[in-house]
Protein backbone atom coordinates (compact mmCIF):
# COMPACT_ATOMS: atom_id res chain seq x y z
CA UNK A 1 0.00 0.00 0.00
CA UNK A 2 2.44 2.56 0.88
CA UNK A 3 4.99 1.35 -1.88
CA UNK A 4 2.21 1.88 -4.44
CA UNK A 5 1.69 4.97 -2.69
CA UNK A 6 4.85 6.13 -3.31
CA UNK A 7 5.63 5.32 -6.61
CA UNK A 8 2.62 7.04 -7.71
CA UNK A 9 3.93 10.13 -5.97
CA UNK A 10 7.51 9.77 -7.65
CA UNK A 11 5.85 10.10 -10.96
CA UNK A 12 4.32 13.36 -10.00
CA UNK A 13 7.08 15.11 -8.42
CA UNK A 14 8.77 14.72 -11.35
CA UNK A 15 6.71 16.84 -12.95
CA UNK A 16 5.77 19.44 -9.92
CA UNK A 17 8.46 20.98 -8.49
CA UNK A 18 6.55 22.52 -5.26
CA UNK A 19 6.41 18.96 -3.47
CA UNK A 20 8.59 18.70 -0.60
CA UNK A 21 9.03 15.30 1.14
CA UNK A 22 10.16 15.13 4.78
CA UNK A 23 10.83 12.00 7.23
CA UNK A 24 11.52 11.55 10.53
CA UNK A 25 14.76 9.25 10.03
CA UNK A 26 12.26 6.34 8.57
CA UNK A 27 10.93 4.92 5.32
CA UNK A 28 14.16 5.83 3.58
CA UNK A 29 14.14 3.18 0.96
CA UNK A 30 10.29 4.62 -0.28
CA UNK A 31 12.46 7.87 -0.60
CA UNK A 32 15.40 6.46 -2.18
CA UNK A 33 14.24 7.11 -5.72
CA UNK A 34 12.51 10.49 -5.21
CA UNK A 35 15.36 11.61 -3.52
CA UNK A 36 17.01 11.35 -6.32
CA UNK A 37 14.63 13.48 -8.26
CA UNK A 38 15.47 16.47 -6.48
CA UNK A 39 17.47 16.27 -3.07
CA UNK A 40 16.80 19.87 -2.57
CA UNK A 41 13.17 18.81 -1.99
CA UNK A 42 14.03 15.58 0.47
CA UNK A 43 14.38 16.54 3.87
CA UNK A 44 15.54 13.97 6.98
CA UNK A 45 14.47 15.95 9.55
CA UNK A 46 15.83 13.22 11.81
CA UNK A 47 14.42 11.88 14.99
CA UNK A 48 13.28 14.98 15.45
CA UNK A 49 8.59 14.86 14.60
CA UNK A 50 7.82 17.76 15.98
CA UNK A 51 10.30 19.85 14.34
CA UNK A 52 9.39 17.87 11.34
CA UNK A 53 5.56 19.70 11.73
CA UNK A 54 6.65 23.27 12.03
CA UNK A 55 9.40 23.06 9.31
CA UNK A 56 6.37 21.29 6.98
CA UNK A 57 4.48 24.58 8.22
CA UNK A 58 6.88 26.89 6.81
CA UNK A 59 7.96 25.22 3.70
CA UNK A 60 3.37 25.37 3.05
CA UNK A 61 3.25 29.03 3.91
CA UNK A 62 5.82 29.66 1.24
CA UNK A 63 3.68 28.13 -1.05
CA UNK A 64 5.19 24.46 -0.98
CA UNK A 65 3.39 21.44 -1.21
CA UNK A 66 4.35 19.64 1.87
CA UNK A 67 4.20 15.36 2.79
CA UNK A 68 5.67 14.13 6.32
CA UNK A 69 6.31 10.63 7.05
CA UNK A 70 6.40 8.60 10.11
CA UNK A 71 5.41 6.26 12.39
CA UNK A 72 2.06 6.79 13.32
CA UNK A 73 2.56 7.27 16.99
CA UNK A 74 5.78 9.51 16.76
CA UNK A 75 3.93 11.61 13.65
CA UNK A 76 0.57 12.42 15.00
CA UNK A 77 0.91 11.51 19.01
CA UNK A 78 3.99 13.09 19.84
CA UNK A 79 3.70 16.10 17.71
CA UNK A 80 -0.36 16.61 18.15
CA UNK A 81 0.48 20.58 19.64
CA UNK A 82 2.40 21.52 16.15
CA UNK A 83 -0.18 20.08 14.64
CA UNK A 84 -3.31 21.24 16.36
CA UNK A 85 -1.63 24.74 16.37
CA UNK A 86 0.81 24.73 13.15
CA UNK A 87 -1.06 23.02 10.42
CA UNK A 88 -4.63 23.20 11.71
CA UNK A 89 -4.98 26.28 13.22
CA UNK A 90 -3.58 27.86 10.11
CA UNK A 91 -5.09 25.06 7.78
CA UNK A 92 -2.21 24.27 5.86
CA UNK A 93 -1.42 22.59 2.88
CA UNK A 94 0.21 19.32 4.25
CA UNK A 95 -0.30 15.83 4.21
CA UNK A 96 0.72 13.73 7.01
CA UNK A 97 2.11 9.92 6.41
CA UNK A 98 1.00 7.51 8.87
CA UNK A 99 3.05 4.24 8.66
CA UNK A 100 1.40 0.73 10.68
CA UNK A 101 -2.16 1.83 11.22
CA UNK A 102 -3.57 -0.27 13.72
CA UNK A 103 -1.65 -3.57 14.97
CA UNK A 104 0.55 -3.60 11.92
CA UNK A 105 3.81 -2.89 14.08
CA UNK A 106 2.45 -5.97 16.63
CA UNK A 107 5.96 -7.30 17.94
CA UNK A 108 7.15 -3.66 18.57
CA UNK A 109 4.15 -3.42 21.77
CA UNK A 110 2.03 -0.76 22.33
CA UNK A 111 4.50 2.08 22.04
CA UNK A 112 4.18 1.02 18.13
CA UNK A 113 0.79 0.58 17.63
CA UNK A 114 -1.45 3.29 16.45
CA UNK A 115 -5.07 2.78 17.94
CA UNK A 116 -5.88 5.87 18.66
CA UNK A 117 -4.76 8.09 16.31
CA UNK A 118 -8.41 8.14 13.90
CA UNK A 119 -9.77 9.62 17.00
CA UNK A 120 -7.21 12.22 17.62
CA UNK A 121 -6.93 13.23 14.38
CA UNK A 122 -10.55 13.56 13.43
CA UNK A 123 -10.96 15.79 16.56
CA UNK A 124 -8.63 18.26 14.90
CA UNK A 125 -10.83 21.34 12.81
CA UNK A 126 -9.62 21.63 9.44
CA UNK A 127 -8.21 17.87 9.53
CA UNK A 128 -8.99 15.20 6.56
CA UNK A 129 -8.33 11.93 7.80
CA UNK A 130 -8.20 8.93 5.06
CA UNK A 131 -7.27 5.33 5.40
CA UNK A 132 -7.22 3.68 2.04
CA UNK A 133 -8.50 0.01 1.85
CA UNK A 134 -5.76 -1.55 -1.00
CA UNK A 135 -3.49 -0.76 -2.79
CA UNK A 136 -5.96 0.95 -6.00
CA UNK A 137 -7.43 2.99 -3.15
CA UNK A 138 -3.34 4.11 -2.62
CA UNK A 139 -2.61 5.03 -6.14
CA UNK A 140 -6.11 6.76 -6.66
CA UNK A 141 -5.21 8.89 -3.08
CA UNK A 142 -1.92 9.42 -3.74
CA UNK A 143 -3.41 11.38 -7.08
CA UNK A 144 -6.25 13.03 -5.48
CA UNK A 145 -3.66 14.21 -2.57
CA UNK A 146 -1.49 16.51 -4.91
CA UNK A 147 -4.85 18.96 -5.55
CA UNK A 148 -5.83 18.80 -1.82
CA UNK A 149 -5.35 22.08 -0.48
CA UNK A 150 -5.99 21.36 3.83
CA UNK A 151 -4.32 19.27 6.31
CA UNK A 152 -4.46 15.77 5.80
CA UNK A 153 -3.43 12.63 7.81
CA UNK A 154 -3.37 9.42 5.66
CA UNK A 155 -3.17 6.06 7.55
CA UNK A 156 -1.44 3.17 5.95
CA UNK A 157 -1.58 -0.33 6.50
CA UNK A 158 0.10 -3.02 5.49
CA UNK A 159 2.37 -2.97 2.45
CA UNK A 160 0.79 -7.03 2.34
CA UNK A 161 -2.95 -5.87 2.17
CA UNK A 162 -4.31 -8.22 -0.82
CA UNK A 163 -5.90 -5.69 -3.40
CA UNK A 164 -9.95 -6.05 -3.31
CA UNK A 165 -11.34 -3.90 -5.71
CA UNK A 166 -11.36 -5.67 -9.14
CA UNK A 167 -13.31 -3.45 -11.19
CA UNK A 168 -12.71 0.46 -11.70
CA UNK A 169 -14.10 2.60 -8.81
CA UNK A 170 -14.03 6.30 -8.54
CA UNK A 171 -12.23 7.54 -5.71
CA UNK A 172 -12.88 10.75 -4.16
CA UNK A 173 -11.65 11.98 -0.91
CA UNK A 174 -14.78 12.25 1.85
CA UNK A 175 -16.96 9.33 -0.45
CA UNK A 176 -17.19 6.14 -0.11
CA UNK A 177 -17.27 2.92 -1.58
CA UNK A 178 -19.74 0.30 -2.32
CA UNK A 179 -17.28 -2.26 -3.24
CA UNK A 180 -20.59 -5.24 -3.48
CA UNK A 181 -24.20 -4.58 -2.71
CA UNK A 182 -26.48 -6.82 -0.90
CA UNK A 183 -30.17 -6.03 0.55
CA UNK A 184 -29.74 -7.68 3.92
CA UNK A 185 -27.05 -5.98 5.78
CA UNK A 186 -24.21 -3.39 5.30
CA UNK A 187 -20.49 -4.13 6.68
CA UNK A 188 -18.52 -0.75 6.88
CA UNK A 189 -14.75 -1.42 6.48
CA UNK A 190 -11.77 1.33 6.54
CA UNK A 191 -8.08 0.86 6.19
CA UNK A 192 -6.65 -2.46 6.96
CA UNK A 193 -10.27 -4.32 7.81
CA UNK A 194 -11.63 -3.54 4.00
CA UNK A 195 -10.02 -7.17 3.04
CA UNK A 196 -10.90 -9.04 6.72
CA UNK A 197 -14.16 -7.61 5.73
CA UNK A 198 -14.28 -9.20 2.54
CA UNK A 199 -13.64 -12.41 3.24
CA UNK A 200 -16.01 -11.90 6.88
CA UNK A 201 -19.14 -10.98 3.86
CA UNK A 202 -18.04 -14.12 1.80
CA UNK A 203 -18.81 -16.33 5.14
CA UNK A 204 -21.93 -14.72 5.49
CA UNK A 205 -22.98 -15.22 1.94
CA UNK A 206 -22.42 -18.81 2.51
CA UNK A 207 -24.83 -19.01 5.70
CA UNK A 208 -27.42 -17.48 3.67
CA UNK A 209 -26.81 -13.30 4.41
CA UNK A 210 -26.96 -11.08 1.57
CA UNK A 211 -24.20 -8.68 2.29
CA UNK A 212 -23.43 -5.07 0.86
CA UNK A 213 -19.41 -4.08 1.86
CA UNK A 214 -18.67 -0.66 1.76
CA UNK A 215 -15.24 0.95 1.51
CA UNK A 216 -15.49 4.16 3.96
CA UNK A 217 -11.81 5.30 3.50
CA UNK A 218 -12.68 8.92 4.43
CA UNK A 219 -13.24 8.89 8.24
CA UNK A 220 -13.55 12.85 7.97
CA UNK A 221 -15.48 13.89 6.15
CA UNK A 222 -17.80 10.76 6.59
CA UNK A 223 -19.97 10.47 3.77
CA UNK A 224 -22.99 11.42 5.19
CA UNK A 225 -25.36 10.88 2.90
CA UNK A 226 -23.95 7.03 2.07
CA UNK A 227 -24.90 6.66 5.64
CA UNK A 228 -27.97 7.70 5.53
CA UNK A 229 -28.55 5.21 2.43
CA UNK A 230 -27.68 2.45 4.69
CA UNK A 231 -30.10 3.21 7.14
CA UNK A 232 -33.37 3.72 4.96
CA UNK A 233 -32.34 -0.16 3.29
CA UNK A 234 -30.29 -2.44 5.82
CA UNK A 235 -32.12 -4.33 8.73
CA UNK A 236 -28.16 -4.36 10.23
CA UNK A 237 -25.49 -2.14 9.95
CA UNK A 238 -21.79 -3.36 11.21
CA UNK A 239 -18.71 -0.75 11.20
CA UNK A 240 -15.18 -2.71 11.07
CA UNK A 241 -11.52 -1.44 11.86
CA UNK A 242 -8.56 -1.70 13.11
CA UNK A 243 -9.09 1.04 15.65
CA UNK A 244 -10.35 1.57 19.44
CA UNK A 245 -13.74 1.44 18.92
CA UNK A 246 -13.98 4.86 20.98
CA UNK A 247 -13.75 7.59 18.71
CA UNK A 248 -12.97 5.98 15.22
CA UNK A 249 -14.89 5.17 12.38
CA UNK A 250 -17.63 3.12 14.39
CA UNK A 251 -18.40 6.34 16.58
CA UNK A 252 -18.32 8.36 13.25
CA UNK A 253 -21.03 6.39 11.88
CA UNK A 254 -22.72 6.30 15.20
CA UNK A 255 -22.83 10.11 15.55
CA UNK A 256 -24.45 10.19 11.82
CA UNK A 257 -26.80 7.22 12.85
CA UNK A 258 -28.07 8.71 15.89
CA UNK A 259 -29.63 11.51 14.33
CA UNK A 260 -31.62 9.66 12.62
CA UNK A 261 -33.68 7.78 14.24
CA UNK A 262 -32.67 4.05 12.97
CA UNK A 263 -34.39 2.04 15.14
CA UNK A 264 -32.44 -1.19 13.73
CA UNK A 265 -29.33 -2.79 14.79
CA UNK A 266 -26.33 -1.14 14.36
CA UNK A 267 -22.93 -2.76 16.06
CA UNK A 268 -18.99 -1.47 15.95
CA UNK A 269 -16.28 -3.91 15.78
CA UNK A 270 -12.73 -3.08 16.59
CA UNK A 271 -9.97 -3.38 19.58
CA UNK A 272 -12.12 -2.76 22.51
CA UNK A 273 -10.59 -0.04 24.75
CA UNK A 274 -7.77 -1.56 25.80
CA UNK A 275 -3.81 -2.21 25.16
CA UNK A 276 -2.26 -5.56 23.60
CA UNK A 277 -0.30 -6.08 27.25
CA UNK A 278 0.05 -9.00 27.93
CA UNK A 279 -0.11 -10.31 24.59
CA UNK A 280 2.56 -10.20 22.41
CA UNK A 281 3.21 -11.37 18.77
CA UNK A 282 2.34 -10.21 15.14
CA UNK A 283 -0.54 -8.45 13.68
CA UNK A 284 -2.25 -11.25 13.30
CA UNK A 285 -1.97 -12.95 16.11
CA UNK A 286 -3.02 -10.07 18.09
CA UNK A 287 -6.08 -9.38 15.59
CA UNK A 288 -7.60 -13.24 17.03
CA UNK A 289 -6.81 -11.79 20.42
CA UNK A 290 -9.10 -8.77 19.71
CA UNK A 291 -11.65 -10.85 17.92
CA UNK A 292 -10.74 -9.52 14.30
CA UNK A 293 -10.10 -12.51 12.44
CA UNK A 294 -12.63 -12.79 9.39
CA UNK A 295 -14.26 -15.85 11.47
CA UNK A 296 -14.67 -14.51 14.50
CA UNK A 297 -16.02 -11.17 12.58
CA UNK A 298 -18.41 -13.04 10.81
CA UNK A 299 -20.00 -15.44 14.22
CA UNK A 300 -20.14 -11.70 15.96
CA UNK A 301 -22.62 -10.57 13.40
CA UNK A 302 -24.23 -14.39 12.41
CA UNK A 303 -25.42 -13.99 16.36
CA UNK A 304 -26.66 -10.10 16.34
CA UNK A 305 -28.86 -10.87 13.33
Do not use: W
Amino acid sequence: MRKVFFQTLQEIVKKDSSIFLLTGDLGVKFFYDLKNIDPKRFINVGVAEANMIDIAAGLSMSGKNVYCYSIIPFLVMKTFEQIRIDLCYNNLNVKLLGAGGGLVYGVEGITHHAIEDIAVMRSLPNMTVVAPGDAREAEALAKASVFYPSPLYIRFGRDSDPVIHEKEFEFEIGKGIVVKEGKDICLIATGTMLYLAKIASDILEKQGLNVTLISMHTIKPLDTELIENCAKNYKAIFTLEEHNIIGGLGSAVAEVISELNYGKLFQRIGIPDKYSFPNVGGPDYLREKFGLTPEIIANTILKKV
